[in-house]
């Protein structure tokens, strides 16, 4: 199955208006069973990434496609199970994580904020921003002793490209990945939306073919949910010669896990010598951030001293 493109371009023709597609992640099958399928409308989840982590255009866009790669990947997930993408590599970017849960929450970072730019952008390829490197998926599933991992060398830059090789290496599951963010003229993020499609045993060849014929005239469908009101009508619509049929609908959302009990309780793990030094040099407040969500945590001097007397206090 041939792998679409991916679109960030701004597209600057009128749309009936921003954020009228609820975020959705809806689960589907066409063809009488034989293609697996996942869309998602996620314009607040990217919009309040981007707020959170105070991102630029082109950081929005890496960020942006990773949350909706792992929103989209989490449709199968149950309970407690979660899952994650982990991108290292030798470009600008440098790496990211995203992850999502069974939930439909999904969180997630860059390590390169912001990412440089040597000239003005002339298109949002963003091959050049990647370069060569990994990327690592990870499923933790509830009640297994040990997560399963996949690792692939990155072979397009892409991570559309890229997750829909991991899939047929790894998985054997010929996939295709499409995930764009539309802007507006004023930069601000109209619409975000991604489309996952996967072969299952038993795709005929004229299915496969007619499926990758629709998904290229397809618009984009950051653009698609710009200009639409219901994730379930896109899917319908757009595979209605294909006999969709709605498997599963849930909400998707960026929403951090991080509490300051858990903070509190990292910060008890540095060690007895580290966290005196902190606790005695300060400068106080200590502010510790939360990578995925960038929310922040203040610690005052009496805190400290007292998480050292709670754990080092035998020490």
Do not use: W
Not at 189 to 195: D, F, H, I, Q, T
Not at 236 to 255: D, H, N, W, Y
Request: net charge neutral; aromatic share 6%.
């Amino acid at each position: 199955m041939k792998t679409p493109g991916e679109d960030g371009k701004p597209d600057k023709r009128s749309a009936p208006g921003p954020g009228r597609c609820p975020d959705r992640l809806v689960s589907f099958m066409l063809a009488e069973g034989t293609i697996r399928g996942a869309f998602l409308s996620g314009t607040a989840m990217v919009r309040k990434m981007r707020e959170s982590h105070g991102l630029g255009i082109l950081e929005t866009l890496v960020l942006g496609h990773a949350l909706m790669a792992a929103g989209l990947m989490s449709t199968g997930l149950k309970g407690q199970d979660r899952l994650s993408i982990r991108v290292e590599c030798s470009g600008p970017v440098k790496g990211l994580v995203a992850e999502a849960d069974a939930l439909g929450r999904t969180r997630g970072y860059l390590k390169n904020v912001p990412i440089p730019v040597e000239k003005p952008l002339e298109s949002f390829d963003l091959r050049q921003f990647f370069g060569a490197g990994f990327l690592t998926v990870t499923k933790q599933i509830e009640g297994a002793r040990h997560p399963y991992q996949g690792r692939v060398m990155m072979a397009y830059g892409s991570l559309a490209k890229d997750l829909a090789y991991y899939f047929l290496t790894s998985e054997q599951i010929p996939t295709a990945f499409n995930l764009s963010v539309k802007f507006d003229p004023r930069a601000e993020v109209e619409g975000a939306g991604g489309l996952l499609l996967q072969a299952m045993p038993g795709a005929s060849r004229e299915v496969v073919e007619e499926l990758e014929k629709m998904v290229v005239e397809m618009p984009s469908p950051g653009q698609t949910v710009a200009e639409s009101r219901d994730s379930e009508q896109i899917v319908v619509e757009t595979f209605q010669s294909l006999g969709p049929k709605i498997i599963s609908k849930r909400q998707i959302s960026f929403a951090c896990h991080c509490s300051k009990d858990k903070v509190r309780v990292m910060l008890a793990m540095v060690g007895a010598d580290e966290l005196m030094d902190m606790a005695k040099n300060g400068p106080f407040p200590v502010v510790v951030r939360c990578h995925f969500c960038n929310a922040a945590y203040s610690f005052s001097q009496q805190e400290l001293q007292q998480m050292l007397n709670v754990h080092f206090s035998d020490n």
